[in-house]
């Protein structure tokens, strides 16, 4: 039952969004984005190239070198945030559309995210007059006054991904915008929606012309934005093979990064928890957006002695996901994002079928749906950790269980990995979550469940990343940190004498 077709929610599908205005692309080219549960068009978008990169770039650098905007109060500019967060309320159902169209999430799931995004931007824009952007310290160097200031680091190019990109968009641009960044978005070719929407909601918003920028490329003209002497950090949200690359550009030119790369997070079942209750959790989240979810649990490791009892238990649970249309609501899972990526997981199944594991259940594409780009919830047993399917991310709906020795095993083994975004430890015994936890090398470790908070901080250890994305940890990478050294204490901090 896929939704009747309606209007396109943002009005400038084949312009980019450079300097405050709606332009053409110089390249004069276009990318169509396919609907993943029809393999229709959904929409087609302009698409950028190097001359549109640096026009974007100059307008960013031009918007914070003489703009306004980096001179403004932190307070003055969370008022434009906060008008961003009524205007995104405003929009949630846009953004609940537009999402199932251009990565096969579940529109229910798309609903209830897109109503909590404003909250991100309220969060920082909430820290203007909360985070101490200006400290005083003792100084030994013979100033009167020793003043800490964290200035915006500049320039930010954010470059977002297909899966989660409303999301992603605002753990970079809201943090950039109250630190005093201008900030060019370069959206997914296959999801560039959620971006054109926000351009939109910035214009609308009253943002001086350049703050916000947003165009849609691909690799060639991506590359030219990471290269772009005018580019001060980018924040990178994508696959660790991308991740690499963009980070040794930068180091030529000592460029400052965030990176939030992928994962191949372990949920570790102590043999104090019941296996039934662990594989009712473990699947029924592995579903969510398809398992195009960077930190899913998708290595489950179980002593040897129960590993078939969670192997049966855990197909039986993910053999009953009713994979379907993402608008239908009794859909529990729908397609992934694209062609190639449904060509990417099966490539995956079927090395896990070669290498001999046992197959619980999926492994293929749903017989009743004939068109789309859908593959079946899969769970493949008597994992090899070495293995292809237990060491690269997959980044589709395919769990591999792990049997391990003991205990101490038990966590080797999660630690046996090349990444280090999230982890789950399943036991009763909330010391024992807590000694394991601080034993796995992984940005997040929670407690019998998946666990993610932003509030916090999200990233990861080893190649999942470097920084943190989220609260206050996410706010610091798009500052400078500066020492002030003065014979006396500047008039804004000076306090009042008290009253005669």
Same mark, same amino acid.
């Given at each position: 039952?896929?939704?009747?077709?309606?209007?396109?929610?943002?009005?400038?599908?084949?312009?980019?969004?450079?300097?405050?205005?709606?332009?053409?692309?110089?390249?004069?080219?276009?990318?169509?984005?396919?609907?993943?549960?029809?393999?229709?068009?959904?929409?087609?978008?302009?698409?950028?190239?190097?001359?549109?990169?640096?026009?974007?770039?100059?307008?960013?650098?031009?918007?914070?070198?003489?703009?306004?905007?980096?001179?403004?109060?932190?307070?003055?500019?969370?008022?434009?945030?906060?008008?961003?967060?009524?205007?995104?309320?405003?929009?949630?159902?846009?953004?609940?559309?537009?999402?199932?169209?251009?990565?096969?999430?579940?529109?229910?799931?798309?609903?209830?995210?897109?109503?909590?995004?404003?909250?991100?931007?309220?969060?920082?824009?909430?820290?203007?007059?909360?985070?101490?952007?200006?400290?005083?310290?003792?100084?030994?160097?013979?100033?009167?006054?020793?003043? =800490? $200031? !964290?200035? +915006?680091?500049?320039?930010?190019? /954010?470059?977002?991904?297909?899966?989660?990109?409303?999301?992603? *968009? %605002?753990?970079?641009?809201?943090?950039?915008?109250?630190?005093?960044?201008?900030?060019?978005?370069?959206?997914?070719?296959?999801?560039?929606?959620?971006?054109?929407?926000?351009?939109?909601?910035?214009?609308?918003?009253?943002?001086?012309?350049?703050?916000?920028?947003?165009?849609?490329?691909?690799?060639?003209?991506?590359?030219? =934005? $990471? !290269?772009? +002497?005018?580019?001060?950090?980018? /924040?990178?949200?994508?696959?660790?093979?991308?991740?690499?690359? *963009? %980070?040794?550009?930068?180091?030529?030119?000592?460029?400052?990064?965030?990176?939030?790369?992928?994962?191949?997070?372990?949920?570790?079942?102590?043999?104090?928890?019941?296996?039934?209750?662990?594989?009712?959790?473990?699947?029924?989240?592995?579903?969510?957006?398809?398992?195009?979810?960077?930190?899913?649990?998708?290595?489950?490791?179980?002593? !040897?002695?129960?590993?078939?009892?969670?192997?049966?238990?855990?197909?039986?649970?993910?053999?009953?996901?009713?994979?379907?249309?993402?608008?239908?609501?009794?859909?529990?899972?729908?397609?992934?994002?694209?062609?190639?990526?449904?060509?990417?997981?099966?490539?995956?199944?079927?090395?896990?079928?070669?290498?001999?594991?046992?197959?619980?259940?999926?492994?293929?594409?749903?017989?009743?749906?004939?068109?789309?780009?859908?593959?079946?919830?899969?769970?493949?047993?008597?994992?090899?950790?070495?293995?292809?399917?237990?060491?690269?991310?997959?980044?589709?709906?395919?769990?591999?269980?792990?049997?391990?020795?003991?205990?101490?095993?038990?966590?080797?083994?999660?630690?046996?990995?090349?990444?280090?975004?999230?982890?789950?430890?399943?036991?009763?015994?909330?010391?024992?979550?807590?000694?394991?936890?601080?034993?796995?090398?992984?940005?997040?470790?929670?407690?019998?469940?998946?666990?993610?908070?932003?509030?916090?901080?999200?990233?990861?250890?080893?190649?999942?990343?470097?920084?943190?994305?989220?609260?206050?940890?996410?706010?610091?990478?798009?500052?400078?940190?500066?020492?002030?050294?003065?014979?006396?204490?500047?008039?804004?901090?000076?306090?009042?004498?008290?009253?005669?």
């Amino acid at each position: 039952m896929t939704q009747a077709p309606r209007d396109l929610p943002f009005s400038h599908a084949d312009k980019l969004f450079i300097g405050g205005e709606w332009v053409a692309s110089s390249s004069g080219e276009t990318i169509d984005v396919i609907a993943p549960a029809t393999e229709e068009l959904f929409v087609r978008v302009a698409a950028a190239g190097e001359d549109d990169i640096n026009r974007a770039v100059a307008a960013a650098r031009e918007a914070f070198d003489t703009g306004p905007w980096p001179r403004m109060t932190h307070v003055e500019r969370a008022g434009y945030m906060k008008e961003m967060a009524r205007l995104l309320e405003e929009r949630a159902a846009d953004v609940a559309y537009i999402w199932p169209n251009e990565m096969g999430i579940l529109h229910s799931t798309a609903t209830a995210h897109a109503a909590s995004v404003s909250g991100l931007y309220k969060y920082y824009a909430g820290l203007a007059t909360r985070f101490p952007f200006e400290e005083e310290h003792r100084t030994f160097s013979g100033a009167k006054v020793g003043l =800490l $200031v !964290r200035e +915006p680091v500049g320039v930010v190019g /954010a470059i977002i991904p297909w899966n989660g990109p409303i999301s992603l *968009i %605002a753990f970079k641009l809201a943090p950039a915008l109250i630190a005093g960044c201008t900030v060019v978005i370069k959206a997914s070719p296959e999801a560039p929606g959620h971006a054109l929407l926000m351009a939109e909601i910035a214009q609308a918003a009253g943002l001086p012309p350049g703050v916000v920028n947003v165009v849609t490329a691909d690799r060639g003209p991506s590359e030219a =934005l $990471v !290269r772009h +002497p005018g580019i001060d950090k980018i /924040a990178f949200t994508g696959s660790t093979v991308a991740g690499k690359k *963009i %980070a040794s550009i930068l180091g030529g030119r000592m460029a400052r990064y965030t990176m939030e790369l992928g994962g191949k997070s372990a949920a570790v079942i102590m043999d104090d928890y019941d296996v039934e209750a662990a594989a009712r959790t473990i699947a029924a989240a592995a579903p969510d957006m398809t398992g195009q979810v960077c930190a899913s649990l998708t290595r489950v490791i179980v002593s !040897r002695n129960r590993h078939n009892q969670l192997l049966d238990a855990l197909s039986a649970k993910m053999g009953k996901v009713q994979v379907g249309d993402p608008f239908d609501p009794a859909s529990g899972m729908g397609p992934l994002s694209t062609a190639r990526q449904r060509e990417r997981v099966e490539s995956y199944i079927a090395k896990g079928k070669a290498d001999g594991f046992t197959l619980g259940t999926g492994g293929s594409r749903p017989a009743h749906l004939n068109r789309g780009f859908y593959v079946e919830p899969t769970v493949f047993g008597h994992v090899d950790n070495g293995s292809a399917i237990a060491q690269e991310e997959i980044f589709g709906p395919v769990l591999s269980v792990i049997p391990a020795d003991s205990e101490a095993d038990l966590l080797a083994i999660a630690n046996d990995s090349p990444f280090g975004l999230n982890g789950s430890i399943f036991t009763n015994d909330i010391d024992r979550a807590y000694a394991a936890g601080r034993e796995l090398r992984s940005g997040t470790v929670g407690h019998n469940s998946i666990r993610m908070d932003f509030s916090i901080a999200f990233g990861g250890f080893k190649q999942s990343g470097v920084g943190r994305e989220g609260g206050i940890e996410g706010l610091r990478p798009y500052l400078e940190t500066k020492v002030l050294l003065l014979d006396g204490m500047p008039s804004h901090r000076q306090k009042e004498a008290p009253d005669a």
